[in-house]
């Protein structure tokens, strides 16, 4: 028990790490990116087709590419942007890579979805495009971003599992290089209920946020 615990400790620190670096870097970048995508439509505030288009086709390229493909792919960037392709600090430059664009399309939808009518007024009322995006868009979609934060988290958590695999250290690495190759059931099976758990409790505090925001 207690040489399991010394196996699952670590691992589960460095998947927090790798899953809340990530998912940091993932909205900083994300979230505007897919306000970009919304306010560029051809009826939106700030109509460019260019830029439009421009977007959503490297968004669907890299969302198109397997995550693990993803990885080796961009090796080289990891090695320029952290110094090494191995390790948890490594990892987080795949993570967000993919996660940004599945994050972006996320918050597209959701913002789509603000009543019209309430842009349609804040346009009447001379509001630039910066105040009905910080203003009327982001407010509005507020419960919906949340949601989709907590999606995000739980999908960088399964990226991040899959990076283990490639050296990415974390649970994933735990259960691959203990659990697989060592054939230790124990510390497989206690690798996936700890996963459940971590996922379970992201989206119900995840759904808890929304809800409470969604009163106001």
């Known amino acids: 028990m207690i040489e399991l615990l010394d196996l699952l400790i670590p691992s589960i620190n460095e998947t927090l790490y790798m899953v809340f670096i990530s998912t940091v870097f993932t ?3 994300g979230l505007p990116l897919g306000i970009l995508l919304v306010i560029t439509r051809e009826d939106s505030v700030l109509p460019n087709s260019k830029i439009y288009n421009s977007l ?3 968004i669907n390229i890299t969302r198109s590419i397997p995550f693990v493909i993803l990885m080796i792919f961009i090796i080289p960037f990891t090695r320029l942007v952290v110094g090494s392709s191995i390790g948890t600090n490594a990892a987080i430059v795949p993570l967000v890579v993919a996660a940004i664009p599945f994050f972006a399309r996320l918050v597209e939808g959701s913002i789509l979805e603000v009543n019209p009518g309430v842009i349609e007024a ?4 001379g509001a630039s495009p910066l105040e009905i995006v910080l203003k009327i868009l982001i407010p509005e979609a507020m419960p919906s971003l949340v949601l989709n934060v907590t ?3 739980i999908n960088i ?7 283990g695999a490639v050296g990415g250290g ?3 690495y735990l259960a691959i290089g203990y659990g697989y190759h060592r ?3 124990d510390v497989m099976f206690a690798t996936v209920i700890i996963l459940i758990i971590l996922v379970q409790l992201i989206q119900i505090s995840g759904n808890k946020i929304s809800n409470s925001i969604y009163r106001k």
């Open 151 to 153: 999606v995000t988290i």
């Open 183 to 185: 054939f230790q059931t």
């Open 170 to 172: 974390g649970l994933g």
């Open 27 to 29: 909205v900083i970048l």
């Open 122 to 125: 804040g346009v009447s009322m």
């Open 56 to 58: 959503s086709i490297l």
């Open 157 to 163: 958590i399964g990226y991040s599992a899959m990076a």
